[in-house]
C-alpha cells in the first residue's frame, strides 16, 4: 500500500484516493488551433522510469486534486501537495520537442 | 551442434528414460556474440524470439541475434496468465488475433517442443441485458469473421462450469456467457523455450545477460547498439521490449511514445485437484479471469494496479478486488491459499491494442504497446514483425498497428473508450 500524505486530511492508504494522470502534461488551450500541441497532450507521454509528477484525488476523503511526485520504479513518494495552489503553473504548454 | 539441437520425440524420451535422463543437451546455444549481424532484436522475450525464429523461417534471415538484459523466460513472457483467445472485434485485430490462435494450434509440432496449447475454451460471463447485447455484438462480428463463438444459456453454462454459482440471491445473477472453444491456455515459458531453440537451431544467436543501453546511427540511420558486451553492428534493429519501450525508444531518439507503463499482478493459488477445464472471465463491474493450471494451481487475475509503475510487484487493493470478484461467482475458492502473486510491467496504448510497425528511423523497427494481451500475440506478433522487418514493409496483418494511426484518426480501440492508457 503506498501511503499518500493528503495535506487536508493527513496520511492516508493510497486506496482511500484515484490516480487522475500524469501532471507534467502540458494542455494546450482549448481553444487553441495548434492540433499538434492538442495531439501531444492527449497521446504522448514521457513515461519515465524513476521521479513522476502526478494527479491524485483524494476521493473518499476531502477529494481534492493532488500533486504527487513519485518514484515510479521505488515507489517513494517525495511530496503531496495540493494541486489548487499551483494550477497556474500546471498547463502551460512546455516546447514539445527534444524532451 | 547437431548434437545438442537432437530432436525430441516419443523415442528420445524412452531412450533418456532407460539410460538415467543424463542424455539431454542444452535447448539452445550460448554463443560468443559476433561484432555484426544482419538483424538485431532487442528483447528476448516470446515476441523477440518469435521473431527471430519467423525471419530465419520465413524469410530465410539467419544472421540474426537476439539480445535479452536478463534471462530468457525471466520477463512478462514468464509472468502473464497464460490466455489465448482472438475475440476481438475491430478490423486491426481481428485478423491478427485469429492469425495467434491458429499459429497456436500448430506451434508445438512447428517447435518440436510441447507448448501445452490446450484449447479448454474462453468464458465471457454476462450480468445484465445490456452486456449481453454488447458481448453479442462482438461475437456476431467475430462468427461473421470465420471466428467460433457461441452463446451458453445458464442451464449449459451451469454443466459447462460446475464451479460457477448460479444459484444465490444476487442483484445481478450471471445471465449466460459467451464461450470461443478454440481458446484456451498454454504453457508461458515453454512458448519461450520452445521458440528459443527452434530459432537456435536455424542459426540465430540468443545473447542471454546483454543489455542496450544505447543505438549507433550513422546519417540518422540505425546502423548498431551498444551493450554490455559491446557495439554491435546490424543492418536492422528491432524492439520488442515491452514494459520498457518508453525507455529504448528515449534512447534510440523515438521521442515521446503513445505508451505509459503500468504493473499487472497475477496469482496462482496451492495444487488442487481438477476442478475447472476452461478459461472463465468476469468482465464489466469488476474484472477477474482465471483458469488451472495443468498443475492444479488455479490462476488468475484482474486489473492494473493502477498508477504508473516499473516496479514488478504488486499492491494489496487489487488482491482484494480480485479475491472479491472471485468470491463473487465461486465462492468456493474461498478456502483456496494463494500460493503466489507476482507483477509484470506493460505497455500501456492509448487505445489498447499494440504497435507493430516501421519507425521514422531508418534501420528501427517497433514491437510494442501489448497492454495486457501480449502472451496471446507471441506467434503472430513474431510472424508480423519479421515480415515488417525482412520486407522493410508491414505484413496485411499488422499493416493497422502504426505508432502514427492516433494522428490519423485511426485508433483502434476495441472498448470504445477513446485515449487512455489502461485498456487491453
Redesign the interface.
Known sequence: ??RLNCPFCGERD??EFT?GE?ASVAWPDFASPDSQAH??A????????GR?L?KWQHIMGCRSWLLVE?D????EIFSVRAAADESAGLNKPKSR?G? | MAEMMARYSALSILQQGLTGNRGWQTAWAKPEVKKSYQVIIVGGGGHGLATAYYLAKNHGITDVAVLEKGWIGGGNAGRNTTIIRSNYMIEGNTGFYEKSVQLWEGLSAELNFNVMFSQRGHLSLCFSPAQRDAMARRYNIMRLNGIDAEWLDRDQLQKFVPLLDMQGERRFPILGGYLQRRAGTARHDAVNWGFARAASKLGVDIIENCEVTGFVKKRGRIVGVETSQGEIAAKKVGLAVAG?T??LAGLAGL???????HKLQAFVSEPLKPLLDTVVVFGGAGHFYISQSDKGGMVFGGDLD??????QRG???IWQDVSSAAMSIMPALGRVRVLRQWAGIMDMS?DGSPFICKTGIGGLYLNAGWCYGGFKATPASGWCFAHTIAEDAPHELNRLLTLDR??QGQPIDESGHG?W?RMH
Open positions: 500500500m503506498l493510497h486506496a490516480y500524469d495531439f501531444d492527449l497521446y504522448l507521454r514521457d513515461n519515465p522510469r513522476h502526478e513519485r515510479t520504479l521505488t515507489h520537442r524532451r | 520498457s518508453s525507455q521521442g515521446r511514445l503513445p505508451i505509459e507503463s493502477g498508477y504508473n509503475s516499473y516496479a499492491n494489496l487493493p492509448m492516433f494522428q485515449p492508457p
